[in-house]
Structure formats: C-alpha cells, structure tokens
C-alpha cells in the first residue's frame, strides 16, 4: 500500500540573529494562495500593494511570531535583537525579501529550483555527439 502521509517539513531561516520558522504543513488552497500572490508580484502593481501582497504572502506560510518578527522587521529599522534588548537588528530589506521568497517556494516544493547557470543545456544541435547505437569495429 502506498502511503501518502505529509512528513512535516522544517523551513527555517536567519537573518542577523533572528531564526524565522515555517509552517510545517501547507493546506493545498494555502500553496496555491501563496505562487498566486507572488505571480502577482510581476504585475503592473504600487509600491504599497507589492508591499502588501508581499506580507500577505509570507504570512500563509511562516508560524505567527516569525511572522510578526519578520513584518516588524521589514516596517521599522529599529527592532530589538533576539537574543537581547538591548541592541536592534537592522531593518529587513526588499532584496532580502525577494530572495526569501523564491527560497521558500523552493523549500515547499511549489517551483523547481532554479537551474545553476555553470550547468550545461547541452548542444542545441542534436546531430552532434555520440549515437547510442554506434558499434565498435571487433578486434578494437
């Protein structure tokens, strides 16, 4: 019998010294909420709702404080660190953002990840190279 049970996933992340956590389980209708939200995100949009879409997404999948943290964080340049009060983590930028994103896509397996750019397509030429069906002279 074939089991298709979902093992919970851990998606986590740092940034300074904040560990942010996501949602071990993601309902279908949130996965796709989610690549609708940032599809959403190459649209001819405002600031503001770029913003919002942004925070609306991550927050379907990141556990509630990480969540808070991660949205104060991105709104004010002044949050406490951590691991103390005492000092402040520097504000969360659009940059950061972004590549969170697509790295949490990734991790929940809602787009392949991206293909490095060292690997090799291979020849667009399909005449070039070796035929499987080429055969060995004997005595070679």
Same mark, same amino acid.
Do not use: H
């Given at each position: 019998?074939?089991?298709?049970?979902?093992?919970? %996933? @851990? @998606?986590? #992340?740092?940034? *300074?010294?904040?560990? #942010? %956590?996501?949602?071990?389980?993601?309902?279908?209708?949130?996965?796709?909420? #989610?690549?609708?939200? @940032?599809?959403?995100?190459?649209?001819?949009?405002?600031?503001?709702?770029? #913003?919002?879409?942004?925070?609306?997404?991550?927050?379907?999948?990141?556990?509630?404080?990480?969540?808070? !943290?991660? %949205?104060? !964080?991105? %709104?004010? +340049?002044?949050?406490?660190?951590?691991?103390?009060?005492?000092?402040?983590?520097?504000?969360?930028?659009? +940059?950061?953002? *972004?590549?969170?994103?697509?790295?949490?896509?990734?991790?929940?397996?809602? !787009?392949?990840?991206?293909?490095?750019?060292?690997? /090799?397509?291979?020849?667009? *030429?399909?005449? @070039?190279?070796?035929? /499987?069906?080429?055969?060995?002279?004997?005595?070679?």
């Amino acid at each position: 019998m074939k089991d298709f049970t979902a093992q919970p %996933r @851990v @998606v986590e #992340f740092k940034i *300074n010294d904040d560990v #942010f %956590r996501g949602k071990p389980y993601l309902a279908a209708q949130t996965m796709i909420d #989610f690549t609708l939200g @940032v599809d959403k995100l190459g649209d001819d949009i405002s600031a503001q709702q770029g #913003f919002d879409i942004m925070s609306e997404s991550l927050q379907l999948v990141l556990m509630p404080d990480s969540y808070k !943290r991660f %949205r104060d !964080r991105m %709104r004010d +340049p002044a949050q406490p660190d951590a691991a103390s009060d005492s000092t402040t983590q520097p504000p969360i930028e659009l +940059p950061q953002v *972004n590549e969170i994103i697509e790295w949490i896509m990734e991790e929940y397996g809602m !787009r392949p990840p991206t293909s490095s750019e060292d690997s /090799s397509t291979g020849s667009s *030429n399909p005449d @070039v190279g070796t035929s /499987s069906t080429v055969t060995v002279p004997a005595g070679v």
